[in-house]
């Protein structure tokens, strides 16, 4: 996102905790001789992630590029909770908690649940899909996700009569994402939303895994959303709270600056953005110019639930 905002956001690297010295810390403790606190340190003996991952393709979906490689899909990130500098959000996640982690569905639903997180992700069984994916800012990468169909929740907490969109909410935990404290003039925590039929179409997952493992946390772990017809915006991370409505509920850059990002922002490459053209796209990491199609290639799965207007 290019949106103006005042270069305060940069935080002094003494407020951040590299994730290689988080992630090491227990080593550390126990080089030092705290073999006492092994039962405190140890991870849960069966954790949320075991035997998951790799997930089955669906090769349903394929693509008509190579895959982005791993390093560059992990590296280089929006994240803008932890900072705006794409090659450092991986630098600035290694304090911020995902486990245990609830995602909570409520609103216009005859099932309202609260889902734990390792519930979850056994619940709805998983598959790996190669998606493009299109950022606003016309970058875009090959990546394979691993999720599970929105419509698989959806169905389980039973929507009523009135339902019309579902809202999502990011965690808000300024104490672990430092770049909410250096941003304050974002409305936070990052909220997005689709309509119901969006929602439910095919294409529509909730993904926990990337490249075969688990999301890392600068990819929006434990659990996000993935709609590759639509710029990458709309993929909210981390998500804590999903509610289903009858009115259209406000999205954060839409929220920020309409003019520049629409409610749907479904790819369009006749449609430019206020400040450049939506007609090429540069695949990471070499830049390569390549066309960008309508819908980004997802049109005879998407292009049926559009008026002119919306797409
Ligand atoms: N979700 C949250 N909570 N915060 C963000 O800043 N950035 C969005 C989206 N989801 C964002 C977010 C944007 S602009 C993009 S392009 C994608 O996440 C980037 O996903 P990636 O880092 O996995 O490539």
């Not at 929006?78 to 911020?96: A, C, H, I, P």
Request: glycine share 6%; aromatic share 12%; proline share 10%.
């Amino acid at each position: 996102m290019l949106i103006k905002v005042p270069r305060g956001w940069e935080i002094p690297e003494r407020e951040a905790t590299p994730e290689s010295v988080y992630l090491r810390r227990r080593e550390v403790l126990q080089g030092l001789g705290f073999t006492g606190l092994t039962g405190l340190l140890a991870r849960k003996p069966l954790s949320a992630n075991t035997g998951l991952y790799p997930a089955k393709r669906n090769t349903k979906y394929i693509l008509d590029r190579e895959l982005t490689p791993e390093a560059a899909a992990i590296g280089i990130n929006n994240f803008y909770e932890f900072t705006l500098d794409k090659q450092r959000v991986k630098d600035r996640v290694g304090g911020f908690r995902v486990d245990p982690w609830t995602v909570e569905v409520k609103g216009l639903v005859n099932n309202p649940r609260k889902y734990d997180f390792d519930d979850l992700v056994r619940r709805f069984p998983l598959e790996e899909r190669l998606y493009r994916f299109r950022c606003v800012e016309a970058w875009a990468m090959a990546v394979p996700w691993t999720g599970f169909p929105i419509s698989a929740l959806i169905k389980e907490v039973d929507p009523k009569p009135k339902a019309k969109f579902i809202r999502m909410v990011t965690a808000y935990r300024p104490r672990e994402m430092p770049g909410i404290r250096s941003q304050p003039h974002y409305p936070w925590p990052y909220f997005e939303a689709l309509r119901l039929d969006e929602a439910m179409n095919e294409l529509s997952l909730f993904v926990t895994g990337i490249y075969g493992k688990p999301l890392p946390k600068q990819n929006g772990a434990p659990i996000r959303l993935i709609t590759p017809w639509k710029y990458g915006l709309k993929s909210i991370k981390s998500i804590v709270k999903i509610e289903f409505t009858a009115k259209r509920p406000p999205t954060l850059w839409n929220e920020v600056a309409g003019m520049e990002y629409g409610w749907y922002s479904n790819v369009n490459p006749a449609k430019p953005h206020p400040r450049w053209s939506q007609a090429r796209e540069k695949l990471i990491p070499h830049m390569t110019l390549v066309p960008t199609l309508p819908y980004n290639g997802y049109e005879e799965f998407v292009a049926g639930m559009y008026t002119g207007e919306e797409f």
